[in-house]
Structure formats: C-alpha cells, structure tokens
C-alpha cells in the first residue's frame, strides 16, 4: 500500500510540513506494511506561500516592510517560474502572529507592507504576483495595501485619512490617479481560503473582527467603515465590493483587490493542487490521508481537506481524515467525501492541551491507523 500524506496546517499549532512528518512518523512505528509520501497543502492560509516556493523550487528575498501598526520589520518576497511571479504571503507583512494578543487593533491595522512587498515585486519586473491572504490581523478592504501603491483616500475636505480603516468613517473620494500603473499591467491572483462576503453577518467584520481582537462595538465600527469604503468604491468603480464571492477574505482585501486592481480571486486549495501537480502524486497511491485542526461543515465551503478528498474521488481513491475536533452532527455530508473521520484527540480534552501536543497526537493516531489496517480492517478502502 502506497499512502500520500496531504495535511493542511493544523491552526495555532502545527504547520502542514510538520503535521505531514509527524502522520508519516506514526504509519511507520505501526505495523502497516506501506510506503508513504508527503504532500503538505496550502488553500491560501498562512504557510501557503512557503509550500508553493518548497513545491516549485522558487527561492527568497528579504524585504523590509512595515508591520499591521507601522513598524519597519523584516518580511520576504518569493520567487517562482525563473523569478516571472511573485509569491507573496500576506501574514508575512501584515499577519497576526506578528502582534502580541495585547496589540491586536485590527481599527488600527492595516495592509500596507504588503503593498510594500509588492511594489517590490514589480521592481523586479515580474509579470504576475500571487497573494496567500490568510492569516491576517486587519479589517481594512486592502485599503493599507492599496495606499502603498499610490490610492489617496480623502476626507470631505481632501486630506488623506491617517489611518485606515478607522478613517474611512470620513471617507468622502479615492483618487486612483497616482496608483503605481504597474500593477495594472501584472497578473494578480488572490488564493483565498473563505468565501465569506465583505459586509453583513457572515462578512469580514462579524466574522473574522473578534479573532483579531475587536470587541463587539469595534466590531459595529468596522462594519460601518467597511460599509462607507464600499459605498465610495461603487461611486468611483462602478464595481460593489459586497457582492463577490470570497470578498471577505484577509478582512475584506481580497474585495478592495478585486475592484481597484482586477485582481482574480479564486478557491485557494484548488489553485494550490493544480499548481503544484497533485494529480500527478495521486496516480501511484492507494490511499490518502489528509486533515487540519477541524472539521466540519465548514471544510466544505473550499478548505484544504476537503480539495485534498475531492481530487482523490475523482480518481475513486479512498480518504482518510484526522482532525483535532469533529462535529458527530455534521459526519452525515462529510462522508460524502471522507470515507473514515478520525479525531487525534481523547474527549474533552483542553484546547491548550490539545494545541500543545498535535505533533505527538498525530503521530500516535497514525500508528493506531496503521495497526488497524494491518489486522486487515480495510472494507472502507476497498
């Protein structure tokens, strides 16, 4: 039996590479007769970036950038296709585990470093740039990034705002005039790893404002100022950043991009597996095993595991899920793509605890899993 290994990052614990090794640890402590190959995948949250550039061979450049709150930090441009794309993670510039859980301000945090990342990125002429935009620690519709590349955004009396998104209460025109038209000129493809919407209550502001830190008031002031920029955007574009599908992402930057710089945004897994020629890694295995910290109903709308098993049931190879937590309600449409779910976590377990000890949960689930399938209990692989 040939098992590929394709976990996504189990958040707030353990990278995809490291997930992969520590499933590939515990198959082969067990009894499992087998050969195994890691393929640790990224559906554009943070680490995507990283794995493209280990998948395709691309290399690095360090850049100095500011940070969410404007401080100079040292950040990264990747490289790809013979140096013709940029590869850029957005966390890198702008993400939230660049702040201490005290500084999380996401009305006062902002994407402009990776604005910064990519005006480096077109210095080098490159002719297209892909954006991983999870892991972010802002709510501001790129406004930060788009700032970086020459967007004025004005107050009723034709002042820049200070600060965005705070300041986009006072928002009164965007003058594009001065944007680098470079960018104009470059392909940018967005990988997003949600498909909320920019505003309402599954949009950028209620969903992802309280897990960078804003209170339930911020969070109504972020939905108000995510509601006048897309207000003067539709004046000044013609385009409603509210309406498009995988709006929400990064905080609403994947809107602010689609709209001011044509940017494509796309499911970020399918993209990923396509890229970096998964299809090809899947002809010699018989089984694939995938997961990430959860999953639910969630996994469904286009996260990593769930790309992972719909690539394999295509080619009728069976799928196996580990995952930190599992939602019994939710196994019924889940088993529509997983043909075993398996939680690497005893019941009730503390969520430190279990962020704590991933590596080592997974590995004795996977040896557990190979024991089982060695004493010939395969009739869901068959």
């Given at each position: 039996?040939?098992?590929?290994?394709?976990?996504?990052?189990?958040?707030?614990?353990?990278?995809?590479?490291?997930?992969?090794?520590?499933?590939?640890?515990?198959?082969?402590?067990?009894?499992?007769s087998?050969?195994?190959?890691?393929?640790?995948?990224?559906?554009?949250?943070?680490?995507?970036?990283?794995?493209?550039?280990?998948?395709l061979?691309?290399?690095?450049?360090?850049?100095?950038?500011?940070?969410?709150?404007?401080?100079?930090?040292?950040?990264?441009?990747?490289?790809?296709?013979?140096?013709?794309?940029?590869?850029?993670?957005?966390?890198?510039?702008?993400?939230?585990?660049l702040?201490?859980p005290?500084?999380?301000?996401?009305?006062?945090?902002?994407?402009?470093?990776?604005?910064?990342?990519?005006?480096?990125?077109?210095?080098?002429k490159?002719?297209?740039?892909?954006?991983?935009?999870?892991?972010?620690?802002?709510?501001?519709?790129?406004?930060?990034?788009?700032?970086?590349?020459?967007?004025?955004?004005?107050?009723?009396?034709?002042?820049?705002?200070?600060?965005?998104?705070?300041?986009f209460?006072?928002?009164?025109?965007?003058?594009?005039?001065?944007?680098?038209?470079?960018?104009?000129?470059?392909e940018?493809i967005?990988?997003?790893?949600?498909?909320?919407?920019?505003?309402?209550?599954?949009?950028?502001?209620?969903?992802?404002?309280?897990?960078?830190?804003?209170?339930?008031?911020?969070?109504?002031?972020?939905?108000?100022?995510?509601?006048?920029?897309?207000?003067?955007?539709?004046?000044?574009?013609?385009?409603?950043?509210?309406?498009?599908?995988?709006?929400?992402?990064?905080?609403?930057?994947?809107?602010?991009?689609?709209?001011?710089?044509?940017?494509?945004?796309?499911?970020?897994?399918?993209?990923?597996?396509?890229?970096?020629?998964?299809?090809?890694?899947?002809?010699?295995?018989?089984?694939?095993?995938?997961?990430?910290?959860?999953?639910?109903?969630?996994?469904?709308?286009?996260?990593?595991?769930?790309?992972?098993?719909?690539?394999?049931?295509?080619?009728?190879?069976?799928?196996?899920?580990?995952?930190?937590?599992?939602?019994?309600?939710?196994?019924?449409?889940?088993?529509?793509?997983?043909?075993?779910?398996?939680?690497?976590?005893?019941?009730?377990?503390?969520?430190?605890?279990?962020?704590?000890?991933?590596?080592?949960?997974?590995?004795?689930?996977?040896?557990?899993?190979?024991?089982?399938?060695?004493?010939?209990?395969?009739?869901?692989?068959?």
């Amino acid at each position: 039996m040939h098992i590929l290994i394709a976990p996504n990052a189990f958040k707030n614990s353990l990278d995809a590479n490291s997930a992969a090794q520590a499933i590939r640890k515990g198959l082969e402590e067990s009894n499992l007769s087998c050969t195994c190959s890691c393929f640790p995948v990224g559906d554009g949250g943070d680490g995507t970036a990283a794995l493209l550039l280990q998948r395709l061979g691309g290399r690095i450049l360090p850049v100095s950038v500011h940070d969410p709150l404007g401080r100079k930090i040292d950040s990264r441009l990747g490289l790809i296709d013979k140096d013709k794309t940029g590869v850029i993670e957005l966390a890198d510039a702008s993400g939230l585990r660049l702040l201490k859980p005290g500084e999380y301000n996401p009305l006062r945090s902002d994407t402009y470093g990776v604005g910064e990342l990519m005006k480096c990125a077109l210095d080098l002429k490159v002719g297209k740039i892909i954006l991983c935009v999870g892991g972010s620690a802002t709510v501001d519709g790129g406004g930060g990034m788009l700032k970086a590349l020459g967007v004025k955004f004005l107050s009723p009396v034709q002042r820049q705002l200070e600060y965005i998104p705070s300041g986009f209460t006072d928002l009164a025109s965007i003058d594009t005039s001065t944007l680098d038209s470079r960018i104009l000129e470059t392909e940018l493809i967005v990988l997003c790893d949600v498909n909320n919407k920019l505003l309402g209550k599954d949009g950028a502001a209620a969903i992802f404002g309280p897990q960078k830190g804003a209170t339930v008031e911020e969070v109504r002031e972020l939905e108000t100022c995510l509601q006048r920029f897309r207000d003067i955007a539709l004046e000044k574009t013609g385009r409603d950043m509210a309406v498009m599908k995988y709006g929400g992402a990064a905080g609403g930057t994947a809107a602010g991009l689609s709209v001011f710089l044509d940017a494509r945004l796309i499911n970020g897994i399918d993209y990923f597996l396509e890229i970096t020629g998964f299809d090809a890694a899947l002809e010699e295995s018989d089984l694939v095993i995938t997961g990430e910290g959860s999953i639910d109903s969630q996994t469904l709308q286009g996260k990593g595991p769930f790309g992972v098993a719909v690539k394999a049931k295509e080619k009728n190879i069976p799928v196996i899920g580990l995952s930190g937590s599992l939602d019994p309600d939710e196994h019924k449409l889940l088993h529509q793509y997983f043909d075993a779910l398996v939680s690497i976590n005893d019941e009730g377990v503390e969520l430190s605890k279990a962020l704590e000890n991933t590596s080592i949960n997974l590995t004795r689930t996977a040896r557990a899993l190979g024991d089982f399938l060695q004493s010939g209990n395969r009739s869901f692989i068959n």
